[in-house]
């Protein structure tokens, strides 16, 4: 039996962890192009991300500049780096390949909200590692959720096939800015140890919180506003009404 790995830890875990740390979202880009030795390469470490019982249960779609992409932006709520970006893709759970494997093999496949969590699972660990291996390149990416406002209209831009789940959006480029980093929750408000922590507990991490996010948007020109606020306002009504009713016309079991 082959022994665990012992010693120093390596020595570029330290780059590592730097390059996750620096994470923030892009969104204005060079006119520099991303290359399609880099997408490829960049693709093919994200590959490398866990995936459940092997299934692979994605697909990514880019979509090149044009009218396509422009009406996408649109629906995406007029979203200029969605037009504008060098390279912009979909990222989309995907369990065709799963049923064309069990259509080859002349039996059923059954589709159930597991099978859906699987492909959004699979895809989002994918997605993940993909911004990782552009960010190593010194490219810089956005996440874009606006893509699901209009699903049906996505849907008549891109023809999306049953058994395809379409995400979110990504934009990726060469950076034209460095916004900063967007300030997180100290490890311990996210981490505990055999238990979940108490409302009270919760509380003190929001008032702690709600202290650093109101010197972030000071800095930004937006004093007055916290981290709480902006939460409750964005959950206070249900958002993209229809996604199920679009997933499930797309062959998703939701029920």
């Known amino acids: 039996m082959s022994q665990p790995p012992t010693g120093p830890r390596p020595a570029d875990a330290d780059s590592v962890l730097a390059l996750m740390s620096r994470h923030r979202s892009i969104r204005a880009f060079t006119e520099r192009p991303v290359d399609d030795v880099d997408i490829e390469r960049a693709v093919a470490a994200a590959q490398c991300a866990a995936t459940s019982s092997w299934v692979q249960g994605y697909h990514l779609l880019q979509v090149e500049r044009g009218a396509r992409r422009d009406a996408l932006s649109l629906l995406a709520g007029d979203q200029a780096q969605v037009r504008e970006a060098p390279a912009f893709f979909v990222v989309c759970g995907d369990t065709r390949r ?9 039996t059923s496949h059954v589709e159930c909200t597991e099978t859906f969590l699987l492909s959004v699972i699979d895809a989002s ?6 911004v990782l291996a552009f960010e190593s390149m010194g490219l810089g990416a956005c996440y874009i959720g606006g893509l699901r406002n209009d699903l049906p209209g996505v849907d008549e831009v891109l023809g999306i096939p049953e058994g395809t789940y379409p995400l979110f959006g990504l934009t990726v480029g060469w950076p034209a800015d460095d916004p900063g980093t967007r300030p997180r929750f100290a490890p311990g408000d996210v981490w505990t140890k055999d238990r979940f922590p108490t409302e009270e507990e919760i509380d003190a991490t929001l008032d702690r919180f709600d202290e650093i996010a109101a010197r972030y948007y000071v800095e930004r020109g937006e004093a007055g506003r916290n981290w709480t606020g902006a939460i409750w306002r964005k959950f206070k009504t249900v958002l993209r009404p229809g996604l199920k009713r679009f997933y499930e016309s797309k062959g998703a079991s939701l029920s």
């Open 98 to 106: 799963h049923r064309r494997a069990a259509a080859r093999a002349e």
């Open 125 to 130: 660990l994918f997605a993940q590692n993909l």
